[in-house]
């Protein structure tokens, strides 16, 4: 079982919905998680960071963490062309954050 | 500020050639990771350096090596290279060991061997 699990896709949604990004991960010891969005030929960039359970919002973006289920999501409210990109789960317990294969997310206009 | 920036973008080498690759971290960062990504998979972890220590590897074979500068900028030496090695190397900065958490991404670095 790897570590983390991520549902490649693609994800493709019309643009003004609400989308779900979920990841499940195995290592219990995980306290921080993170969201990455990339772009085609980009690097990750840094979308959201959370400590533990919860929920954080930012903007359109909303993380969820359940670490009794080990579940992680993001929610994407008013989904827009711009927010196609590949998603990346990074959970992590050290310093260093474990990342998932990434979810692929379409918005069409 | 000035971003983290990498070098060169794209590369190609034949198997059993060496390559270095460059990295110059966010200004005031002092701790650069560097990461593999295949396509369609996610970032791998191969080490971090902390105010030019090794600070932590993972799960990659000595012929991929680092150095940091007193700058803070860093190296990724991979020697003897395989057709495996092929892929986008990616450096991200941070503040502090911790801080990995909150660590910002270069563009990467397209390595394919040939």
């Known amino acids: 079982q790897k570590e983390v699990e991520q549902d490649p896709g693609p994800l493709s949604v019309p643009e003004g919905a609400i989308v779900s990004l979920n990841c499940t991960y195995s290592?219990?010891?995980?306290?921080?998680f993170m969201w990455y969005r990339q772009y085609s030929r980009k690097g990750p960039e840094l979308l959201m960071y959370t400590y533990s359970s919860g929920n954080k919002e930012d903007g359109r973006f909303t993380a969820q963490v359940d670490k009794s289920s080990k579940y992680i999501s993001l929610f994407i409210r008013d989904s827009q062309p711009s927010d196609s990109a590949t998603y990346l789960c990074a959970p992590g317990g050290s310093y260093i954050p474990t990342f998932g294969r990434g979810t692929s997310l379409i918005v069409h206009p | 500020e000035t971003g983290v920036t990498q070098s060169p973008t794209h590369l190609i080498k034949t198997r059993g050639q060496q390559v270095t690759l460059r990295c110059s971290s966010q200004?005031?960062?002092?701790?650069v990771s560097w990461y593999q990504q295949a396509l369609g998979q996610g970032p791998q972890f191969i080490f971090q350096y902390y105010r030019e220590e090794e600070n932590g590897r993972g799960n990659f074979p000595p012929r991929f090596s680092g150095l940091q500068f007193p700058n803070y900028s860093s190296e990724l030496n991979v020697n003897a290279l395989e057709l495996d090695d092929s892929a986008l190397y990616l450096c991200?900065?941070?503040?502090?060991?911790?801080?990995?958490?909150?660590?910002?991404f270069g563009p990467g670095t397209r390595l394919t061997v040939t």
């Open positions: 991200a900065s941070s503040l502090g060991r911790s801080g990995a958490y909150e660590q910002y």
């Open positions: 290592n219990s010891a995980f306290q921080y």
């Open positions: 200004s005031g960062h002092n701790t």
